[in-house]
């Protein structure tokens, strides 16, 4: 290399990201910190195949190593997010189920419910090797911002189209207690499983073999869900077997404290498939799915006819079902070879996939804009079957396109903060 072209090396979310300085072409470095994802620039545009981004990642046109799957992951956890927000918003709760429709939407609502542990089990298998470091404390700055962006959205929809009367008071401190956005509290439980990840990594890894860090897993489970699906029963009342909607008293059989700690386990089962996988062909994969699916949307009609939907402890994030199903959906998502995505869709699939927090976010505006009006027109819970399809869609685009408006104006307020640094830098 000539002594007027350098190399200058950032790593960036674990990939080396070359950026090659050629004299007049460039402008300069100001720094870059020693494995710290954050690095400021002021370069020019030198080809085609580097891209200016001032924020937290630089990006080029090649995605380097970057699995679509992932990609297709998140995305579609998104969707079941959409899905299972369906049935908050038709009132599907307070109708018995007690007809076709109603059956095969009680099956979609326990398929749904796998939406966020796949986004936790997906946070596993992309930490798994995150050690304590700025670089990774800092890499949660993005997040943050668009959660701030997400939250103001979400108070000039309160403010501006339900005239609820939120102060701006209230909003800031609706922010720091996750309330502003409806649907902030994952929010709330990322950040201390952010904080923590580091730490979880070294209890997994350091474990001596994959039989330990098995035994850690099936602990975890038998803690936090196990006790979902053995802790509903009532052996005092044979009947109750019969028709268990009519009774809801029940005989804990194990302990069930540690069920508010699933997160952990769902990120332990991230960190297994990671490093171990399912350890099952994708065929067997696929038909277990389908088994488990129909067994578990089953089981919850059997819990709740003639009644309205039975929301017991197996239907909560943490419940067994949602274990079983996000891990089986997750590792057949993985299962698709990249080699059979076409690579014109790497980058659109990258593109949704970084959107898909600030549409999580955001999809409570159009949840509640959409349901409300086309609401008025939809008969009965029953009717809403052939809705579905339509109004998922809907929202999930929208949610969609509006975080996209969120990550400009963040990459925008980013590039003058990063404009501003070097002029007073200069």
């Not at 009132?91 to 939406?115: E, G, K, Q």
């Not at 108070?155 to 649907?183: H, P, Q, W």
């Not at 975890?220 to 006790?227: C, D, E, G, V």
Request: aromatic share 16%; net charge positive.
């Amino acid at each position: 290399m000539s002594g007027s072209e350098s190399q200058l090396v950032c790593e960036a979310d674990g990939e080396s990201l070359m950026v090659h300085q050629k004299a007049g072409n460039f402008g300069y470095l100001l720094f870059c910190f020693d494995n710290f994802s954050i690095a400021f620039f002021a370069l020019k545009k030198y080809n085609k195949d580097i891209l200016i981004l001032y924020g937290v990642t630089l990006m080029t046109d090649k995605i380097k190593g970057r699995s679509p799957n992932l990609d297709i992951i998140r995305i579609f956890a998104l969707f079941c997010v959409v899905g299972v927000h369906f049935f908050v918003h038709t009132n599907f709760y307070a109708y018995p189920i007690d007809c076709t429709n109603m059956y095969i939407m009680t099956v979609l609502r326990s398929f749904f419910a796998i939406c966020v542990p796949l986004f936790i089990i997906l946070t596993g298998y992309l930490m798994k090797n995150k050690t304590l470091s700025a670089k990774f404390y800092m890499s949660i700055v993005k997040t943050l911002c668009i959660y701030l962006l997400a939250s103001f959205a979400n108070y000039i929809y309160r403010i501006a189209v339900i005239k609820d009367g939120m102060s701006v008071l209230s909003m800031l401190t609706g922010i720091l207690n996750f309330t502003t956005a409806e649907y902030a509290w994952y929010v709330e439980m990322y950040i201390g499983l952010f904080l923590l990840i580091p730490f979880l990594n070294l209890i997994y890894n350091n474990l001596q073999s994959k039989t330990h860090k098995l035994v850690l897993i099936i602990t975890l489970i038998a803690l936090t869900s196990a006790p979902s699906v053995l802790n509903v029963w009532n052996f005092a009342a044979p009947s109750s077997f019969l028709l268990p909607s009519a009774n809801t008293h029940y005989i804990n059989l194990i302990p069930d404290w540690w069920c508010g700690i699933y997160p952990v386990t769902y990120y332990f089962i991230g960190c297994w498939l990671r490093e171990y996988g399912i350890g099952i062909s994708c065929r067997k994969n696929a038909v277990l799915l389908a088994v488990s699916v129909i067994f578990w949307g089953m089981f919850n009609i059997y819990r709740s006819y003639p009644s309205a939907f039975s929301a017991g402890p197996w239907i909560e994030w943490y419940g067994l079902p949602q274990v079983i199903n996000a891990t089986l959906v997750f590792s057949l998502l993985l299962c698709i070879k990249a080699d059979n995505v076409p690579k014109s869709l790497h980058r659109p699939l990258k593109v949704l996939s970084d959107l898909t927090f600030g549409a999580y976010l955001m999809s409570w505006v159009f949840d509640h804009f959409f349901y409300t009006h086309i609401g008025r027109i939809v008969p009965d819970m029953a009717a809403w079957l052939k809705w579905m399809p339509l109004m998922i869609a809907l929202t999930f685009v929208c949610s969609l396109a509006a975080s996209f408006v969120l990550n400009v104006i963040y990459n925008v307020c980013y590039k003058a903060f990063v404009k501003c640094f070097v002029k007073k830098s200069a």
